[in-house]
């Protein structure tokens, strides 16, 4: 792979389980992937439970603020991470989707929150390893 590959992650608020995808890849992968995320209905600020759950484990999205999804974004991305996105993600041939199924942390403590963010960093290291195989990763 010559240029770097683009991962963008959406889901409806583009305030807890994208931005905690988007901050894991970020810190996993430094600038090796290029990271976007957005949503289909963005919130008004990122989850501070989500904001608590990821301060934890010394990553910081406070910065963040959601996005909406745009068809730019979509076609600038070589995957498509959707996470409960429905039908409101846009299709493009040639590009890869994967869909996330992760709890909701919308409303919920950060003590709900740790779990999701935990099942998030695993999905994340395996698509690292997988979008970069050459880079240590048998």
């Not at 305030?15 to 430094?30: I, N």
């Not at 919308?106 to 998030?120: C, L, M, N, S, T």
Request: charged residues 25%; aromatic residues 4%.
């Amino acid at each position: 792979m010559t240029s770097k590959p683009s991962v963008l992650f959406v889901c409806v608020h583009n305030a807890g389980r994208s931005q905690m995808a988007a901050g894991w890849l970020t810190h996993l992968a430094g600038d090796r992937i290029e990271v976007r995320s957005a949503g289909s209905a963005p919130a008004d600020e990122v989850n501070p439970a989500a904001v608590e759950a990821m301060r934890e484990v010394g990553i910081d999205i406070s910065a963040e603020a959601p996005k909406i999804l745009t068809v730019d974004a979509v076609e600038a991305s070589d995957v498509c991470i959707t996470m409960g996105c429905g039908d409101a993600c846009p299709v493009f041939p040639g590009k890869r989707y994967l869909d996330w199924n992760l709890d909701d942390p919308a409303g919920q403590g950060v003590e709900a929150v740790r779990p999701i963010r935990d099942e998030i960093k695993a999905r994340v290291e395996a698509l690292i390893a997988e979008l970069l195989p050459a880079e240590g990763h048998p």
